[in-house]
Structure formats: C-alpha cells, structure tokens
C-alpha cells in the first residue's frame, strides 16, 4: 500500500532491502527497537558481512551524517539520509509528508500530459482529497487550487502545496530528527564504524 521512495530503491542498498515499508506497528517503542535494529544493521561493522554484500562505500560515512545536521535539503539528498528521516517520521505518524513530496518530486519529472494527468489524480486520491489514506495538512486555499488545476494538470500544479509540506517538515519534524535518539545513534555508529576502518 505505501510506496517505495524512488531515491532510496537502489539494488546494492542493503538497508532498503531490510526495510518493510509496509510494517505498521502501534507500539511507539516497538517502532523505537525496530528502526534502531535497522540502523544497526547498516551500520554494521561485522567484516563477513561487508564482503558478502559489499555495502562499505554505500553507507553513511561520519561526514555524511553531520551533514545531515546542516539543512533539510542534505538531508534529503542523500538516499540513507531520506531513509532515515522516513523511518524517523513513521515512528511519529507523519510519514505521509515525505511521501507526499517524494511523489511531487517524481510528478515534477514527467513530461508528458497523460502522465502528468494520470499521476496528478492519483496524488490526489492519496492525498489531497477529504478522507484520502494519506491526507496531508493543506489549508482550503491551496487544497482548492489543487483541485481546480486537475483539470489542466501542469509540472506546478503542486508545487505550492510541496513548498508547504516542506516548511512544516523543515520547521517541525526536521529538527525533532536532529535532536532524537535515532540520530544520535546513527552518529555514534558512524564514528564508531570509521575507528574500526582505520583500525
């Protein structure tokens, strides 16, 4: 029912194989042990490992992780940066925000109008509209003009919207991320895993 994030599909990402974007538990502290289970595992620094799936220069190095830190934009640039930040927001209920930008991302690459208009209608249903399974916070003014344009979808149709879903998680769920334990741990194994590297 949800769906995989384009960026983060990769077929050498060990830790995307692992991830079941489909799990849904209701226990906030079995989310907790669950994303720190699969953070472990990426960062795993067990040699077999490594040489059998050969994940050493796919995972976040120090470097990319205090990027992190830096603005929303790295964040989301890198693909086991947005991997995290999504599992950081299942964990707090909110992950229809990235997915909805993550599905304005890949809108706004298509060229032609039956796709525009056949992925514009589908964001819709997913998101947008009333009681949609997804549905983002929009305030009506931009809600309706989402609507009025589905009859002409263009690249921008909801460009206004993205921009908004972006504040709210630049202002909000973004800097819950940097301070949460989830980072934290990342951090620490990064470091961890780049002593072991020189060692």
């Given at each position: 029912m949800r769906e995989n994030l384009g960026s983060v599909s990769t077929p050498n990402?060990?830790?995307t194989d692992y991830v079941n974007p489909?799990?849904?538990a209701t226990d906030?502290?079995?989310k907790r042990n669950n994303w720190r289970n699969r953070i472990g595992f990426l960062l795993k620094t067990n040699s077999s490992v490594l040489q059998r799936?050969?994940?050493r220069h796919y995972r976040p190095s120090v470097d990319d992780v205090s990027q992190w830190a830096q603005s929303l934009d790295k964040l989301l640039s890198h693909k086991y940066g947005k991997t995290a930040f999504c599992m950081f927001l299942r964990s707090?209920?909110?992950?229809?925000?990235i997915e909805f930008w993550s599905a304005c991302e890949e809108y706004?690459?298509?060229?032609?109008?039956?796709d525009l208009a056949s992925k514009a209608n589908s964001i819709y249903e997913e998101f947008i509209k009333s009681e949609a399974p997804k549905e983002i916070n929009l305030?009506?003014?931009t809600r309706n003009a989402i609507v009025q344009g589905l009859h002409q979808p263009t690249a921008t149709s909801f460009l206004a919207a993205?921009?908004?879903?972006?504040?709210l998680m630049e202002n909000n769920s973004y800097p819950r991320f940097i301070s949460s334990d989830l980072y934290k741990d990342l951090c620490t194994a990064a470091e961890r895993d780049a002593k072991h590297i020189k060692s």
């Amino acid at each position: 029912m949800r769906e995989n994030l384009g960026s983060v599909s990769t077929p050498n990402m060990a830790f995307t194989d692992y991830v079941n974007p489909t799990e849904l538990a209701t226990d906030k502290e079995i989310k907790r042990n669950n994303w720190r289970n699969r953070i472990g595992f990426l960062l795993k620094t067990n040699s077999s490992v490594l040489q059998r799936v050969k994940v050493r220069h796919y995972r976040p190095s120090v470097d990319d992780v205090s990027q992190w830190a830096q603005s929303l934009d790295k964040l989301l640039s890198h693909k086991y940066g947005k991997t995290a930040f999504c599992m950081f927001l299942r964990s707090e209920f909110c992950e229809e925000n990235i997915e909805f930008w993550s599905a304005c991302e890949e809108y706004k690459k298509l060229t032609s109008q039956k796709d525009l208009a056949s992925k514009a209608n589908s964001i819709y249903e997913e998101f947008i509209k009333s009681e949609a399974p997804k549905e983002i916070n929009l305030d009506f003014h931009t809600r309706n003009a989402i609507v009025q344009g589905l009859h002409q979808p263009t690249a921008t149709s909801f460009l206004a919207a993205q921009r908004k879903i972006y504040n709210l998680m630049e202002n909000n769920s973004y800097p819950r991320f940097i301070s949460s334990d989830l980072y934290k741990d990342l951090c620490t194994a990064a470091e961890r895993d780049a002593k072991h590297i020189k060692s």
